[in-house]
């Protein structure tokens, strides 16, 4: 069936430096791709997404690349703060939203 | 502001007994979804409904029903609750009457059951 692999399941960071997660996905019909922000104690929220038709997209100091070849796409945060701290998913879409089994990205000060 | 509100933030409940997870969206969002949150295996969809009275089984439906009266309300039922229903469960919504649309899902703060 349709299968999100993410990777690392956690991640240790120092403020100031990047963190990069990445996924895979198994339904080559996947044509969109969102990533969701699950802060402690909240249910996730969307903080970037990302279609077949582009390649990369950016919004500050996130950004997701998307190698619809290899079926897999990543998420780049630059600069990273201790609010960044929080559970990272990352999710495709065939027919229906696949998520990803989450990222604990923890930012040390 | 969207808003998701689910009925609790904690529920003990024991073996055996009827469960009732309730949700409520004030943006008149046609659809709504149930998951459950587990370590190591993310968000797995339970249902989802796309209006009122409909329903569709998601990718793990066994032991859970739902029932959706009002576009705003979606209950999750656990008939005889069992201790490997232990979880989180999330509620969402989102904006798509054509199911053609890549539209943002929007959460609730999550229900933490307990089954004993």
């Known amino acids: 069936g349709e299968n999100v692999e993410q990777h690392p399941s956690t991640l240790s960071v120092q403020e100031g430096d990047s963190a990069v997660i990445k996924c895979t996905y198994s339904d080559s019909a996947s044509n969109y791709f969102p990533w969701y922000k699950q802060e402690l104690g909240k249910g996730p929220q969307l903080i970037i997404d990302?279609?077949?038709?582009?390649g990369e997209k950016k919004d500050q100091r996130i950004a997701v690349t998307l190698n619809k070849t290899a079926k897999h796409f990543s998420l780049h945060i630059t600069e990273t703060q201790p609010e960044d701290s929080a559970v990272y998913f990352c999710a495709a879409r065939g027919g229906k939203l696949i998520f990803g089994q989450g990222t604990e990205l923890s930012v040390k000060p | 502001d969207v808003k998701v509100t689910q009925s609790s933030r904690y529920l003990v409940k024991r073996t055996g007994e009827k469960v009732f997870l309730e949700c409520v969206q004030d943006m008149d969002h046609e659809n709504m979804f149930w998951y459950r949150q587990d370590p190591g295996l993310g968000l797995r969809l339970i249902y989802f409904s796309y209006d009122v009275k409909m329903k569709e089984k998601g990718d793990i439906p066994e032991g859970y029903s739902v029932s959706r009266e009002k576009k705003e309300r979606f209950s999750l039922i656990l008939e005889s609750a069992s201790t490997n229903q232990t979880s989180m469960y999330l509620c969402a919504s989102s904006l798509d009457p054509s199911g053609l649309l890549d539209n943002e899902q929007f959460f609730g703060p999550g229900t933490r059951l307990t089954v004993l």
């Open positions: 990302i279609r077949s038709n582009v």
